[in-house]
């Protein structure tokens, strides 16, 4: 168990449908990425936050966004959904921007 | 930009036999070097980590050595088990670069399947 917990495990929704995704990170850990694994593109950066600002941007898509509150956890919302956006979504932590970063299970979003 | 390269997969031995997944990288900084493996239905989990030229990871068996005149990171283990078949992935962050957080780049995995 790596200390980060993901909400929901599996979300099934329509096209058009917006969703939020939530992170919990590790206790006392300041930093949130999220990652998008899909077939076709792999692993990608998507967005990560330092206490409470962004910190770094990825190839997140305009139709997604996300923040963190000011308890640390994430939330990453996909709205005006897509076929395409299907995919394993990550959150993963770490202590600050440089050290090693922990993975939640993830949540596995299938858009039909 | 930062790039990784890994071998396509999959990778199917037999138990004992010996494991080297390859791993090469393009980074415009100084990174450390990562290996995930993610076992079925699982998250990412951090197998090993260098983060400097000539650090050689090591966890469970596996290893890896950052050689920076070959831009490579390649994974080896001497004799695998069934129990390691899973997916690895080769993944590089840009520490020096402050400006770019920790964001990992990450390889397109190798499956890893290990027969009885």
């Known amino acids: 168990d790596s200390g980060v917990t993901q909400t929901p495990k599996h979300l099934i929704t329509a096209t058009g449908q917006r969703v939020t995704l939530r992170c919990s990170p590790r206790s006392g850990d300041l930093s949130v990425y999220w990652y998008q694994q899909s077939l076709d593109q792999g692993l990608q950066f998507l967005i990560q936050y330092y206490n409470g600002e962004e910190r770094a941007k990825g190839n997140i898509l305009e139709r997604f966004s996300a923040q963190q509150f000011p308890d640390l956890h994430s939330e990453l919302n996909l709205s005006s959904l897509e076929l395409g956006d299907s995919a394993l979504y990550f959150c993963?932590?770490?202590?600050?921007?440089?050290?090693?970063?922990?993975f939640g299970q993830g949540t596995r979003l299938t858009v039909v | 930009g930062n790039s990784v390269t890994q071998m396509e997969g999959p990778v199917t031995l037999s138990e004992e036999a010996f494991l080297t997944i390859n791993c090469t990288y393009t980074?415009?900084?100084?990174?450390?070097l990562f290996w995930y493996v993610q076992y079925p239905g699982e998250g990412l989990q951090l197998l090993l980590k260098a983060t400097k030229a000539d650090d050689k990871g090591s966890n469970k068996g596996f290893e890896a050595t950052y050689r920076k005149e070959t831009t490579s990171f390649h994974l080896e283990k001497g004799s695998v088990q069934v129990s390691d078949s899973a997916v690895y992935f080769c993944a590089l962050s840009d520490t020096g670069n402050n400006n770019a957080g920790n964001m990992l780049t990450f390889g397109g995995g190798t499956r890893l399947m290990v027969k009885p």
């Open positions: 980074a415009t900084g100084y990174p450390s």
């Open positions: 993963a932590s770490s202590t600050d921007h440089n050290t090693e970063a922990f």
